[in-house]
């Protein structure tokens, strides 16, 4: 059974950095592609960065590209978002998502077959 939890939201101020995690469990043969979503209220939910396995492919939305960065750590099973510079227009809850299997176009959700439940982020 495949498990991926966040954690690390907060209410920041504009201009401050935060840092995300997600923990997962299960087998790793479902954790071939991971990724970060967001959803903001009344909006889509879009995608923010994506990682292959071996770390050696990142991509990142238009939106986030040179704020923020994804890390995985495969010894420790804990994906990370590290984000600098957040605007209010990051306020959004954030999930992370695993896909057996590569995923191109980047972001392309109906790949990702787990996710986990959110963390809410709030900058004002």
């Known amino acids: 059974q495949v498990q991926l939890v966040e954690s690390g939201g907060a209410s920041v101020q504009t201009g401050t950095s935060l840092r995300l995690s997600c923990a997962r469990s299960g087998d790793p043969s479902n954790f071939y592609t991971m990724a970060w979503f967001r959803q903001a209220p009344g909006e889509e939910r879009e995608g923010v960065a994506q990682i292959s396995p071996a770390g050696g492919s990142k991509y990142y939305g238009p939106s986030v590209k040179d704020r923020f960065t994804i890390a995985l750590d495969n010894k420790q099973n804990i994906l990370t978002l590290q984000m600098w510079n957040l605007k209010p227009d990051d306020t959004a809850i954030y999930s992370c998502?695993?896909?057996?299997?590569?995923?191109?176009?980047?972001?392309?959700?109906?790949?990702?077959?787990?996710w986990g439940q959110g963390t809410q982020v709030t900058v004002s």
């Open positions: 998502a695993s896909a057996p299997t590569s995923v191109w176009p980047p972001f392309d959700q109906k790949r990702f077959l787990y």
